[in-house]
């Protein structure tokens, strides 16, 4: 992600340093943002005593721990599918080249 990104400004400075390994745009990056604030969230939880609102804390990831989830399943479809179209298009060459 870069620094002119959507979320670029949300950022504290670790955490911006973390996402600028990211090489391009993407679902990258929002699996990234999830995981900083599930991160942000588990701070949180550091400091709560009262029971109800540990439980609000707990549905809150729980429910970003899905969504996480969800994205890490679609990277995945994405990759092999992409690996799958470039391995199609290396056996089309292929077959070019030996006919």
Known sequence: MTKTGFYSGQFRQSEAKDLQSLDEPGLQDEIAVLRV???RTMEVAEGVD???E????????AQ???RLSELLRTQAKI???DHASH???????LSFTEG
């Open 64 to 66: 970003a721990a899905g």
């Open 79 to 81: 990759t092999i599918t």
């Open 87 to 93: 391995m199609a298009g290396v056996t089309v060459l």
């Open 50 to 52: 009262d029971l109800k």
């Open 37 to 39: 604030a599930i991160r």
């Open 54 to 61: 540990m439980m609000q804390v707990l549905r809150a990831l």
